[in-house]
Structure formats: structure tokens, C-alpha cells
């Protein structure tokens, strides 16, 4: 099963950049990554996702490493409703489509 | 555009009855999937539907089913049900680039 890791937990300032990190080593070529965040009491909520090269939205954007097995989720500026926890998960591309959810990461933003 | 309705948002069952959860995805989209989401294990999947059909299931008892209607709809169904049983239940909807669109979730709370 593709799996992905991420730190439990971040801390970043307000109106700070801030760049959460995702490895995922075992990852198929064609697998997408997926960042999805998810604040309290509310369902998960998209925020971007990509395949081989760096993507931007509105929200984020997502650099992708060279080999795929790492790619790093960037809040240009983030502030207090950025807190949330951040899931990096792997789109498995094959005829059984499943997507595999980590633990993600608690983002902290301090005033 | 209407975003994904989940019903009912609150319910409270008693050990070895049954409970349907209900969910409208977005107009257009035509993927639909449930996850479980708990404090100990996180977000887990449990099935996804295309077309009236179930695409992928996740590791789940077949005290679990859900169902897809013509419109898209979806339904799940929890059998005789568990005190582990308690849990959010989130769908979410999909388009055919494949992002996860979420409801805010139906939480059941089996006493």
C-alpha cells in the first residue's frame, strides 16, 4: 500500500511562510499527491494536489521533489485559520482506486 | 454550486441496531466515497461508488454497505451496531480530475 509520513506536529508564526513536508517513498509513477486539511469540527477540505511538477493555487502550492518520493505543501503566508491538520495522501491510480490516509500534521499558528 | 450534504449531522444509537447515513454529492460528480474518521484511527476508507456501482472497498465488515442511486446520491448502512461503531462518517464527492470534495460529516454515537 502507498503510504506517506509527516510530522506529527508544526509551529509557525503568523503571516510566516511555512513548508510541510511529505515523504512518500514507495510512491507509483502514476500516483498523484493530494494535501487536504481538515480544521476542527469540519470535514477535510482539498487543497491541492499534483503529479510530477510544482503546482500553485489560491491556497498553496506544491513542490514536488525530482524522484517523487518527497514533496513539500507551502503556505505563503499563513495565519490564524490556517490552523488545522494537514493530510499528504497518495492517489493510487490502478483498477482497485483507493486513497490512504496518514496521520497528517497538526499545524499550530502562534499570533 | 451547492456543496456535499450529509444526513442526519447527529445520531445516537443503542448496541445492535442498524443506521442509514445519507450523502448528495455535488451536481456533476459522479464519484462518491465514504470514510471513517476516529480519534485512534484516524481517517479510514470505507467504500466508493461510480455510476451506481462500487468501485473499491476498504477493509471493513460487511456490517458496512452503501449503495449509489441514479442521481448519484449515496447511502451507507451500519448493521447491528458496536460501540466502536462511533465515529464521524464523512462522503465525499469527486469530479473526473479527482479531487475530494467533503461533507461536514454525520457523527454517530452508539450507546
Known amino acids: 500500500d502507498a503510504k506517506t509520513t509527516q510530522p506529527n506536529s508544526m509551529e509557525s508564526n503568523e503571516e510566516e511562510p511555512v513548508h510541510l513536508p511529505c515523504n512518500h517513498s514507495?510512491?507509483?509513477?502514476?500516483?498523484?499527491i493530494h494535501w487536504y486539511r481538515q480544521l476542527p469540527s469540519q470535514g477535510p477540505e482539498y487543497v491541492i494536489h499534483g503529479l510530477t511538477s510544482n503546482v500553485n493555487n489560491r491556497m498553496a502550492s506544491l513542490a514536488i521533489a525530482e524522484d517523487r518520493k518527497s514533496s513539500t505543501l507551502i503556505l505563503h503566508r499563513a495565519t490564524l485559520r490556517d490552523a488545522a491538520v494537514y493530510y499528504c495522501i497518495l492517489r493510487v491510480m490502478d483498477s482497485n482506486y483507493q486513497l490512504i490516509w496518514g496521520a497528517g500534521t497538526k499545524l499550530i499558528i502562534k499570533p | 454550486k451547492a456543496g456535499v450534504t450529509q444526513t442526519p449531522r447527529y445520531l445516537i444509537k443503542t448496541r445492535g441496531q442498524q443506521v442509514t447515513l445519507s450523502c448528495s454529492p455535488i451536481?456533476?460528480?459522479?464519484?462518491v466515497s465514504w470514510y471513517q474518521q476516529t480519534p485512534g484511527q484516524g481517517l479510514q476508507f470505507l467504500f466508493e461508488?461510480?455510476?451506481?456501482?462500487?468501485?473499491n472497498k476498504g477493509n471493513f465488515p460487511g456490517r458496512f454497505s452503501g449503495r449509489q442511486f441514479s442521481n448519484s446520491r449515496s447511502e451507507m448502512n451500519v448493521s447491528t451496531l458496536e460501540l466502536g461503531d462511533s465515529a464521524l462518517y464523512l462522503c465525499?464527492?469527486?469530479?473526473?480530475?479527482?479531487?475530494?470534495?467533503f461533507g461536514e460529516g454525520s457523527r454517530l454515537t452508539v450507546l
Open positions: 465525499a464527492s469527486s469530479p473526473p480530475t479527482g479531487e475530494l470534495f
Open positions: 451536481s456533476g460528480h459522479r464519484s
Open positions: 461508488y461510480f455510476s451506481e456501482t462500487q468501485r
Open positions: 514507495t510512491i507509483s509513477g502514476t500516483d498523484y
